[in-house]
């Protein structure tokens, strides 16, 4: 849809127009939102575009650029849209004369339509001519990264608090924000060096006043710049907590299943032995022979798992600090039964 704007020099406000009016005093502002062939085709008729520029508008530029044609500029931007916890850019190009400013762009793009209600409603909105409203857009859309960036904040610290619980859905959604962190920053840092261009003032068509903006545009791009590098490096250290938090987990996972391996250990061992085929085995034919084996492994189980406590393997970790005294006394329970159980191995019959 192709809608025209025009400003004359004894109004202070944006009205609507017609082609017909390039060329009259003032200056006018084109509009093309969703631009089918024939759009461009009229464009092409009233403006006498390159080929190259025709081919262009056709079809999507994935990255900004900047052509200058003498007598009229164009130039590819875009700008940000969060659609959920997606960041995407819709594509704006933008062909700057001396008295016209015609914007085209497939989607709706909030900075054109916020930059038309002010020129239709503020008066002196619109003054200073093409270029200066080209500034203000290009200011706009610079400024329209800012919640973007707030949203890549927000969705950090999100990851970082579910990087420490060890949540695994982490992965892919970190692969999914590094992912449209890198799209913003091959869009933003090929449309700064655009700004810088658009900032030297060197193009008939571009004043100094605007070029003043553009500068200042270019250095708020520098900026967005470097904090999307800051959200790459933060997301790789979210990646790197998760993975220390899940190798934690899995490291007091096999402690604890390497302490009840170590506690079994000795009693596998004595039930190997005793369940042993043998016909001479004179354990096997004392009184309380069973209840002394039982008794054995119940003091070796007990005893290791009292070791493993006062090392800090298993239990609370202030029980690692209990004085040696302590663990003294913890031995001399420990073999308080084994002296006590001792005398249940010997033989039923003896002299004794």
């Known amino acids: 849809m192709l809608s025209v704007m025009t400003k004359a020099d004894n109004s202070t406000l944006l009205v609507p127009g017609s082609l017909n009016d390039l060329g009259l005093a003032g200056w ?17 008729e009233h403006f006498d575009l390159d080929p190259l520029v025709i081919e262009d508008l056709g079809e999507a530029t994935l990255f900004p650029k900047l052509d200058d044609f003498s007598t009229y500029v164009f130039c590819v931007m875009h700008t940000p849209d969060v659609s959920g916890d ?22 709706t793009v909030p900075v054109v339509e916020s930059m038309i209600q002010h020129a239709q409603v503020t008066p002196g909105f619109a003054d200073g001519g093409p270029d200066r409203m080209f500034a203000r857009i290009a200011e706009l859309t610079g400024r329209s990264y800012l919640p973007l960036l707030d949203h890549l904040d927000v969705r950090i610290e999100e990851l970082e ?11 892919a959604d970190v692969q999914r924000l590094r992912s449209d ?14 700004l810088r261009s658009l900032s030297e003032g060197e193009r008939g068509v571009i004043g100094a006043r605007a070029a003043r903006r553009f ?8 900026r967005v710049v470097e904090s999307l590098d800051s959200a790459r490096v933060l997301l790789g250290s979210v990646m790197d907590t998760y993975r220390s938090t899940v190798a934690e987990r899995t490291n007091e996972v096999m402690k604890v299943l390497t302490v009840f391996s170590a506690i079994l250990l000795p009693l596998s ?19 309380w022979g069973y209840f002394g084996l039982v008794g054995a492994m119940a003091v070796a189980a007990i005893s290791m798992w009292l070791y493993f406590v006062r090392r800090g393997f298993i239990g609370r970790a202030h029980i690692r600090v209990t004085p040696r005294s302590v663990g003294k006394g913890l031995a001399v329970v420990a073999k308080a039964p084994i002296k006590v159980l001792s ?3 010997l033989p039923a019959n003896s002299d004794d």
């Open 86 to 107: 997606r960041v995407l850019t819709n594509e704006l190009d933008v062909l700057l004369y001396s008295n016209a400013l015609v914007t085209l762009h497939r989607q």
């Open 181 to 194: 962190t890198s799209r913003i920053r091959r869009v933003v840092a090929p449309q700064r060096e655009v």
């Open 28 to 44: 006018s502002w084109i509009d093309v939102t969703d631009p089918s062939e024939a759009d461009i085709s009229t464009l092409s």
């Open 269 to 287: 061992l004595l039930a190997g032995i005793y369940g042993m085929n043998f016909a001479n085995m004179p354990e096997l034919q004392w009184q």
């Open 215 to 222: 500068s200042s545009v270019y250095d708020h791009h520098h």
């Open 343 to 345: 005398g249940f191995f």
């Open 161 to 171: 608090e579910a990087s420490l619980r060890g949540d695994p859905q982490i992965i």
